[in-house]
């Protein structure tokens, strides 16, 4: 089922919680809100708290097309927004020459149009589509480099894309605009004043047991209750990467999958390596750490 967009942030709770997606009513007033005024919602926290989930979850239940720009260093404008299907260009020019069927300008103006055109994600969101404007999602922009993100000023401001050879590109709807980070940089102010900002943090106890209920609801119970409450006592202690929402959804998985009712210190010891992603992380918190963390959860 397709909903159209909320009309109160109560609205906007139901949608999401209807895609599995459990908001806290911040996270929903920002969303309803940024949707209201047709502005980008910025949106900083650790990795795997929900930031990506959230622009899949909206793209799903709005019915509108969801485009993802993974950013990463180096990325560019060929790669993010156009470039122009050489090859192709080529081969007309080639046959061109053969027929003699165009002058120089008129050739030149055919090769630069329309039809020679590979749109990218930017460029894409700008385009029309039978369901409504789409979801662009600008993924990790503090992994792209810093001039990438002044070229996106333009977009974001006026929902526009000048190509030199065909001319402005601009949305006659604007899209609807996530953009994640995790804060390994800070993104510049003129990007951030264009957005709606949101931190998303760690879930509290009673939130991530709701989540975990909703993704996972064959999975014991009690099983359940001591993977949050161990999850939320591990994210006290001084680790070099904490366990998100992701992670305990992948150790519930597991250990359900491995047929388990309760935690122990065996199958916890053995299937750390889904909750935690580093070695160093593993080691500090075995032996008296580990006993200590399942005392908590029981």
Not at 161 to 184: C, D, F, K, M, Y
Not at 240 to 252: H, M, N, Q, T, Y
Request: with cysteine; proline share 4%.
């Amino acid at each position: 089922m397709t909903y159209a967009l909320p009309k109160s942030v109560d609205e906007a709770v139901e949608i999401l919680a209807a895609g599995n997606y459990i908001a806290d009513r911040n996270l929903a007033t920002t969303l309803y809100v940024s949707l209201s005024l047709k502005r980008p919602i910025f949106l900083e926290g650790e990795a795997g708290v929900g930031k990506t989930e959230l622009a899949k979850v909206v793209a799903e239940q709005f019915g509108r097309k969801l485009l993802r720009l993974q950013c990463y260093e180096g990325l560019d404008v060929s790669s993010a927004v156009y470039e122009w299907n050489y090859a192709r260009q080529m081969i007309e020019i080639r046959l061109s020459e053969a027929l003699g069927d165009r002058d120089r300008d008129a050739l030149a103006e055919d090769i630069f149009s329309e039809r020679f055109l590979i749109t990218r994600p930017l460029l894409s969101a700008l385009e029309p589509t039978p369901e409504g404007a789409p979801v662009l999602l600008i993924d990790e922009l503090d992994r792209a480099d810093e001039p990438f993100e002044a070229f996106l000023l333009e977009v974001l401001a006026d929902y526009q894309i000048t190509i030199p050879e065909i001319g402005t590109v601009t949305a006659a709807e604007p899209p609807i605009v996530l953009i994640t980070s995790n804060r390994t940089r800070e993104i510049h102010d003129a990007l951030k004043r264009r957005c709606l900002y949101h931190w998303i943090d760690y879930p509290d106890a009673e939130r991530e047991q709701a989540i975990l209920a909703t993704r996972l609801p064959e999975a014991d119970k009690n099983l359940s209750r001591q993977v949050v409450a161990f999850v939320q006592e591990l994210r006290k202690t001084d680790l070099f990467k904490l366990p998100g929402v992701a992670e305990s959804i992948d150790w519930l998985a597991a250990l359900t999958v491995l047929g388990e009712s309760a935690l122990n210190e065996d199958i916890t010891r053995r299937t750390l390596g889904v909750l935690l992603k580093y070695q160093d992380d593993i080691e500090k918190i075995e032996g008296a750490e580990l006993s200590r963390l399942l005392e908590a959860a029981a």
